[in-house]
């Protein structure tokens, strides 16, 4: 059964609000920056990276990247070199994969969001999530 991890988009336009994580199948959560996690899942497709076409016209050929489903979140700063969303995205993965089959979604409360850099008794808020594919070799 599928299992999900709903997370509050703050911000205006139609992005926003609670959006919905697919927890089954995450192969890792990375913290890319102070502001940026993204998670990477197991489904692995093939993707064709495009061709040059060579001075003497002859094109080379087409070179195949293997890319993985990813989504991207962005939220407010936390404390450099912290680590701290990370870990709180993977929490919130154990606790979902925890709960019984009627109950398959998992919503963290606001105050159990990490800290922002700015204060730490305000919790950081997420801006935006995009969903999208990365080349399987930026994964590590």
Known sequence: M??????FVSGAGQNKGDILIPVNGI?????VSDTVVNIFYNSISSAQAGYAI????SATVPAETNVVQT?????????AN???FKDFLNGAVETALQ?????????????S???SAA???IPVTITAIALGVKAAADQA
Do not use: C, R
């Open 99 to 111: 709960l019984s089959w009627q109950q398959p979604i998992f919503s963290p409360g606001g105050s």
């Open 27 to 31: 192969m890792e959560i990375k913290q």
């Open 82 to 84: 912290s680590s701290s």
């Open 54 to 57: 060579a001075n003497d016209g």
């Open 71 to 79: 989504y991207k979140i962005t939220h407010d700063a936390i404390v």
């Open 2 to 7: 599928e299992k999900f991890i709903k997370l």
């Open 119 to 121: 204060s730490a008794y």
């Open 113 to 115: 969001y990490p800290p």
